[in-house]
């Protein structure tokens, strides 16, 4: 399956696959209702080019502004409707995998907005080239390569007019800033970003290995976080004492093992250091990771919690 927006990746995407794959493709695009005609225009042509193709589509259109979650951003909520999408149709299709279209500038613009945001290991890893069911198979070209392939073959796509808009903190690294970058600095700066992110990905491999040995040794077989009775709302918890004799490194490799289990939004180095600092301590305390999850800390325990659940539990 191929997650095709219409945009020149996802064109260049769509013939490369239709071109050399022998196997049966569909074409998946999500209607986002963000852009009014624009956004409706984009569906249309995604359906014309895969029946002018000979490809099955799945169209879906979604109000995403009227879903999105109490406090969550525009760019994240549609991030998050879309991958649920993906994954929706390509069980409905039974897919292989599902095809993503970034490229090399993608990678280039992830890794330096997480680390420009202050995140770890894991941010400035960039994106991954296969996860779960999803894989990218462009990530090695560049957004300049893949437009003079189209042009080349006489293919059209389309462009999204809010990709301009500099106000939004990922254009304005695309526009503004990394074209700065390789204009004041390095002309090879994406391919170095690029490659800086590969290495990193050792390193995250091996701290996601490392972080998830310390949280089994460290967890507490049973769902009752402080002692409440069914552990309702219980996610899991921890022996404080083993985290209290863990390094502040190794804690903090814990914690973030914990977000990425309960697929939680990563957190900040900073609120990870403030964390981990109450962790070291004997008092209680609740710590809000994100909207839905709080960490408890009792005397011997850390939980994890489900925080939309009876106030009994907070005594």
Known sequence: MLAVSGGGDSMAL????????????????????????????DARFVEKMAALWGLEAKIRHLDVPRL????????????????????????ECAALG???????EDVAETVLFNLLRGSGVRG?????????????????????????LLNCRGIQWREDLSNSDNDCTRNFIRNELLPLVGKKINARAIDHLVAFAEEMRYYREEEEACGAALLDAAKIDDREPHGVEGGEGGMWSVDREKLRALSPRERAILVREAGRRFEGRALSRERVRVLTRLMEGRGKFEFQWEKGVSIWGSKDRISWVNVGIDEKMKR
């Open 124 to 148: 400035v890893a960039g994106m991954p080239e296969r996860r779960g069911i999803f894989f990218r198979p462009l990530l090695s070209c560049s957004r300049e390569f893949l437009r003079a």
């Open 68 to 91: 999105l979650k109490k406090g969550e951003s525009l760019e994240a909520g549609g991030r998050r409707l879309r991958y649920a999408f993906l994954e929706s149709v390509a069980k």
């Open 98 to 104: 599902v095809a993503l279209g970034h490229n090399k």
């Open 14 to 41: 769509l013939w490369l696959f239709r071109t050399f794959y022998e196997g049966k493709v569909v074409v998946a695009h999500l209607e986002h209702g963000i852009r009014g005609e624009d956004s409706l225009s």
